[in-house]
């Protein structure tokens, strides 16, 4: 009877280390999971905001480009036209306005911006400066000498910024692609954990008919002694 006894508390202990490892067991997959759910909204939030990153340079590069500034200023100069010179100030104005929405999403973008900015605020006020020159009657070459900028600061800048945003990108990949890897690896070690959760729950259901035979066996010698 003693030894009955001593018998099912052996199988109480080891059915208590088996829970004990089941519930560490799920504390690591929840754990696990929660972490790997966290990188993911990390990666989608980084992800976004150079999207829109990008998005406020190519607006940048498209409104000081060829088609637009540069095509409004020069042809406003040249032709001695107003409304082009207006055209080219509304252009810089709305590639100002996405540099400062650049920053807003990437302030360590700043230290790339300050010579651009200068120019594009320097060719803002020249093109007021050609407008008077122009109904002053000056000449139209004397008009095209004024108004020239160095804009090779600015040209570094953008080429900067370019840079800085190509290498966030290049980081972001690396961070996606150690996740991706990451989650491999556990991919293989969850067939690894679904095997031992099944030899666990073989264990239970052994240990759980090893202490109904041994009840029926304490039962039966307490009859017995009656």
Do not use: C
């Amino acid at each position: 009877m003693v030894q009955t006894r001593n018998a099912i508390e052996r199988t109480l202990l080891a059915l208590m280390l088996l829970g004990i490892g089941l519930f560490v067991a799920a504390i690591y997959v929840a754990y696990h999971g929660l972490r790997e759910e966290g990188a993911l909204k990390d990666i989608d939030t980084a992800q976004s905001a150079i999207v829109s990153e990008l998005a406020a340079f190519s607006k940048i590069q498209r409104e000081i480009g060829y088609t637009r500034f540069i095509h409004n200023f020069k042809n406003g100069v040249l032709r001695r036209d107003e409304g082009k010179l207006r055209l080219a100030q509304k252009n810089l104005e709305s590639a100002l306005a996405a540099l400062d929405e650049l920053v807003k999403l990437n302030p360590g973008l700043k230290l790339h911006t300050e010579q651009l900015r200068q120019t594009l605020d320097l060719y803002h006020s020249n093109a007021y400066f050609a407008i008077r020159l122009i109904s002053s009657g000056i000449p139209t070459d004397e008009v095209d000498r004024a108004v020239k900028i160095d804009d090779g600061p600015a040209t570094t800048d953008l080429k900067a910024l370019f840079e800085a945003i190509y290498h966030e990108r290049l980081a972001l990949q690396e961070k996606l692609q150690v996740l991706v890897e990451d989650r491999r690896h556990h991919a293989e070690f969850d067939v690894v954990k679904a095997g031992a959760m099944l030899l666990f729950a073989v264990a239970l259901g052994w240990l759980l008919l090893a202490m109904r035979l041994r009840v029926k066996a304490l039962h039966a010698a307490q009859d017995g002694l009656a």
